[in-house]
């Protein structure tokens, strides 16, 4: 007999508790969310205090101050999280839904409907709220998840699963909808990503070098979430104070997120005009521009630190104080430039003209095009999914932000009434069902189902 390890005997748990969850109607699962919520506000001194050991070993380690940004958890940001948490009880439940539905002509019922994917794996890295995000948005869709955060969340996510997995006992659901990968190894999450059969699908998300990892490296099905090389482009028409405080807010309103801008494109025509306002406002906030050389021509009276930009800059996700700028000469270079650097995640375009808005929205292939607003909306929260599983760079299944509905999949439901195939019923308009009923002993000529 087989013994499973550790991280296999917790997806086969999750396989019952899976099975578990897909019937269950709305209210139990919203009412378990509710539970949820208020655990995570009464334990939220619980929660900071392991989070706090979290980030003095990060800090003691020289981690970046933007990670650290990401792995810090305060009573606001739980405030927050279980906020988010109510907002998927106000969202419709998908399972069940009827995305198509129509009576064939021989009178058979055809349903494709909303059902669980079943047991999702989320591997990610140091972004606890990712924990409850996740965790709620596979409970709405009825399914069970496990969660592997990074070793430098290990205790957040710790004290996280265990207010969550007792608010699910609380409100009568399987604890083991909801799990902590066991293990802090590389081995855990290869053991994870191998675990094809038990686990469904597979949600990574992180940097670039995680993704890829999961991607190249997974025999369970992935949806790849992507990085963000986000641009803005600030068009010939344009207004010139909301250009600059949509590039304001898209770089510096929070650096360490994916759907921060990290590249400023601006048509030639404007950029003596735009980029000495820019430029200001970008030095007020911190920001360091690596721009080209008609950036760095423009930038020569200004206060901004302005350096010279590589080729490696148009490819960076920063995730901090920089910028990537450059002067193009038309709307159609700008597309151009995104077309060869851009990671598909968002891109912005700042302009009066609904032509050149049009052409833009029509040429640029991104999760999301945004005209006159700050690319920082890429967002489930913000689009009104309650929170996110992450945001999907690919093009199948699922793409943009991913709320309840990408968290399922179908199936057909498909209804008569004694109908049997035959050779009249291989081409529609062939004869009728009784017509094939009528092949088969004993048949009897009965209402069909509908």
Known sequence: MT??????????????????????????KDAALLTIAEALIAR????????????????????????????????????????????VVGLPDPVGEVVRGYTLPNGLDVRQVRVPLGVVGIIYEARPNVTVDAAALCLKSGNAVLLRGSASAYRSNTALVAVLRDALAAAGLPVDAIQLVPGESRESVTELMRARGLVDVLIPRGGASLIKTVVEGSTVPVIETGTGNCHVYVDADTDLAMAVGILLNSKAQRVSVCNAAETLLVHQDVAEEFLPLALTALAEAGVTVHGDAAVLKLAADSPATVVPATEEDWAAEYLSLDLAAAVVPSLDAAVEHIRRWSSGHTEAIVTTSQSAARRFTQLVDATTVAVNAST?????????????????????????????????????IVTGDGHVRGEATRTVGGRSADSARAQVP?????????
Do not use: C
């Open 44 to 87: 939220a001194g619980e929660i900071t205090a392991a989070n706090a050991e979290d980030v003095e070993r990060a800090r003691a380690a020289g981690t970046a101050e933007s990670v650290i940004d990401r792995l810090t958890l305060t009573e606001e940001r739980i405030a927050a999280i279980a906020a988010d948490v109510r907002n």
């Open 376 to 412: 920082r909306f890429t967002d489930g929260s913000e689009f009104g999914f309650g929170a996110e599983i992450g945001i999907s760079t690919q093009k199948l299944h699922a793409r943009g932000p991913m709320g309840l509905p990408e968290l399922t999949s179908t199936k057909y």
């Open 3 to 28: 013994i499973d390890s550790p991280v296999l005997a917790a997806a086969r748990r999750a396989r019952t508790a899976a099975a578990a969850l897909a019937p269950l109607p709305r209210s139990a």
């Open 442 to 450: 004993g048949a009897t000529d009965k209402s069909r189902a509908r």
